[in-house]
């Protein structure tokens, strides 16, 4: 059976020059960088490198960029690092209802701490309103934490905005751009932003390694104790060939950027507009013209999100839910939620394309889906009703 994978914003496909990358680091070069003899040196050489592949994707100098253990672990570092540095008694945090639960359950647990926390809320746009944020400022205010672009519509956020605001304010901006890194360009400068969270595994690297871009200047506790490592941003022996497999990977991302943009978007619009047009009853979700170019979120009215899944995953096809982290919780999306398509939620699927995927992938959604949905209305006894009216 011939397999599509259209479910690029859960995880992506390590690319081949990255798995030749990082090989050497697992074998032969597999030395501890911090140590003093050759073994050392080589894997110390090499994460510098990937420092430098990082930093020229966006427009950082090298000594900005920490390596974590992925996403989660920058965005937690961002928030309860800025927190716990800042020195005021009270202290106020403002995020948004749309955030990657990386986010979301960080500020939750910093409410528990006796933090303050404003989730500014965002309409069916997808897309958060800069002035809700600025409103939400308070005197106390140490923090604004938003997201580049949002991981289940793929909505770009106008962070230049807000990191105007954030600055004429004196407040620490932090961004999770996790869905944005290797997608669209990302010039720290421009966006004004702090500090910016980012995973390997989102952008064709391997899993269980990412960033955390730090201003210079920026007073950030750090989230675990131990050696000197990451200039005591963040201990613990480096995991070298991740780290030398997500500096490949920004160095892909840096050659082929505008050219994946261009072809990942033509294909996301054909298998939108193909969608939208051989099945009745289907509407995207969120703001269509500022989006990333892989992501397109699509509603299907009396259709079932977790029976279409497993239809489409026994047809070779796999696509997510909105609820990508969730699945298997009865839970509807917190995101379709948030911008008032708690009815939707159900019934919507993200479809997240990345650079693997071709025309013929798409043609062969454009042949399956509409039966899947087909098949499946068939058997909805509400749909049977109106079905005679359309
Ligand atoms: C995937 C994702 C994360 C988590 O990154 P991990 O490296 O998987 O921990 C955080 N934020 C967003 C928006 C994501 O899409």
Known sequence: MRRVYLDNNATTAVAPEVFEAMTPYLLEDFGNASSIHWYGQRAKAAIEVSREQLARLLSARPSEVVFTSGGTESDNAALVGIVE???????????TTIEHNAVLHTAKALEKRGVRVTYVSVGASGIVNPKDVEKAIEPDTVLISVMHSNNELGTLQPLEEIGRIAREHDVYFHTDAVQSVGKVPINVEKLGVDLLSLSAHKLHGPKGVGALYIRRGTALHPLLYGGHHERDHRPGTENVPGIVGLGKAAELASEHGTNDALQIGALRNRLEEGILKSVPLTSVIGDRSRRVPGTTNISFEYIEGEGFLIAMDLRGIAC??????????LEPSHVLTAIGRREQARSSIRFSLGRFNTAEDIDVTLEILPRVV???RSLSPHYKKIAVTI
């Open 374 to 376: 087909e098949q499946l």
């Open 320 to 329: 997510s839910t909105g609820a990508a982290c969730s699945s298997g919780s």
């Open 85 to 95: 540095a800042a020195r005021s008694e009270k202290k106020h945090v403002i995020t």
